[in-house]
């Protein structure tokens, strides 16, 4: 059974087929490292399987279960989460707020409900424990390193006990120890039997931790296969084109 | 609450509660009044006189009193030029309706209605319409004013029906030795602080302020959370129109005048970031407490009021400065 199946997946923009025909099966707790060109469409992938965009055909199976996600958070409430490029977080807040962003914890004052920091510090502490960070949850994003931002990005996720995290190119802007770290935060993921979908342009990062590599050119898979059966060159050749289909 | 206590020990101990206290701008600020009191009191004989207290406690706090809205707006990453205009607007709007036989309470709520009418416009117009908050409130400046005019025909109203004394008595009036506009300001001032550390709106206005975009990705309703920011900005402004006129006891169309560019000085000297994200209630009111005594102190001392402007611009520029060293070191 697969965590989530995607069939006959296809979204025009237009005259643009941004992906066409796209089926994909990833298993519970299995890294899927999505590869392609600029313009391949992986990030409309992304956003189909997020809720962003409707899919113009196909269907969509969480759990054996058909789904359909009108906006992110239908995506969202099904154990879909996202990690986003820029990582989306406020500086001028703690960590244990950012990771509460939009649905902070409260307990009611009489009439009123306030914010239950002490809830927030507390879970927090134990995401940031949890991924073996060493991020404080008091402590104000603007004065975290690369990797523990990520942390945060990645604590986020985890608020709601997800199934899928998907993220897109979560290591394009960092230096090669954070980008050692992320890799780190991708296999506590998947340790915790959460699928991740990784979509990086750098080979040996999505080797180092992909069970299942997935390349898409020109708006089509070209192939998904276990990362044990390919390797850089092949995938190489698939992305560019001088190897048709794998 | 021994949970906040427990946060509270934990973070004197987490940093030190001297190097805490000397990181935040509004504890300098607040030294600056300090010492610039001392100095008056040491120098002058005028200034710690019970009655000149009085009148810089009571003047102080309209300015404080809008400073808190403009430091929401502020610190969601916007500006209100407006509440000069919503000052003369509320204003009018209850001396209009007190002056033709309406009673006090009445025409209160209406003219706090008509300022969070106005904000409501401001705010639909910057959220909704995507316009910038510079040019929204610029035109409302203009606009609000010009409405108080068309409804006072631009005179001077100095009858105010048969709540009259009422009127002068809240805006004008002492209880306990502390002017009445002291204690809307205290008030103010808690109810603030308190939405800002402890609500959910107090939260997503700092989150705004820091990152717009991250906000609306997590699923904060931004725009919505934008129109009631200028609300509150409009209905402090409502609040110092309605003190104000009682403490004149007369209200003419040139009330309010100017006194945006006082309120935003109080707001970033008291530590509100005009880049968004940071300030506080009790940074507004600091902020507003030392523009009022270096004005003070120029008349006691005898100094031509018009150096009052060169100081504020000064203070401005030095809070901002502060600022900018601060985040460089981090
Ligand atoms: N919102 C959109 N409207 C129109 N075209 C789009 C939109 N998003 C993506 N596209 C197009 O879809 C194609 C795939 O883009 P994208 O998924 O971003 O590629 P990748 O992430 O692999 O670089 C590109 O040709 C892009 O221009
Ligand atoms: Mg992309």
Partial sequence: MSRLSLKGITKSFGAIHALENVSLDIAAGEVLGLMGDNGAGKSTLVKVI???????????????????????????????EVVYQDLALCDNLTAASNVFLGREA????????????????????GLFRQLKSETRPRDLVRKMSGGQRQAVAIARTLLSKPKIVLMDEPTAAISVRQVAEVLDLIRRLRDQGISVVLISHRMPDVFAVADKIAVLRRGSLVTAKPAAHSSPEEVTGLITGAIEAA | MTSTLDQAIDQIQHRGTLSRMMSHQIFWVFAAAVLACLALTLMTDTFATERNLFNVSRNFAFVAIIAIGMTAVIASGGIDLSVGSVVVLSAMVISTMMESGN??????????????????????LIAYAGMPAFVVTLGMLSAARSAAMVLSNNKMIWEFGPDHDLLLWIGGGSTLGLPHPLYALIALTLVTGFVFRWTRWGQYLFAIGGNEQAATLTGIPVKRLKVTIYMFSAFTAGIAGILMAGWLGSVTTNLGQAMELTVIAAAVIGGANLAGGEGTATGAVVGALLIEVIRNSLILLGISTFWQGMFIGTFIVVAVGFDRVRHMRN
């Fill in chain 2, 103 to 124: 009673s006090f309470w009445l025409s209160a709520i209406c003219a706090l209605l008509v300022a969070l009418a106005v904000g409501a416009i401001n705010g639909t």
């Fill in chain 1, 106 to 125: 409260t307990r009611r004052v009489g009439p009123i409900k306030v914010i239950d920091y002490a809830e927030m510090h507390r879970t927090s502490a």
């Fill in chain 1, 50 to 80: 997020a809720g962003n965009f409707r899919p113009t055909r196909g269907e969509m199976r969480m759990d054996d279960r058909p789904v359909e996600f009108h906006r992110p958070v239908d995506a969202q409430r099904a154990g879909i």
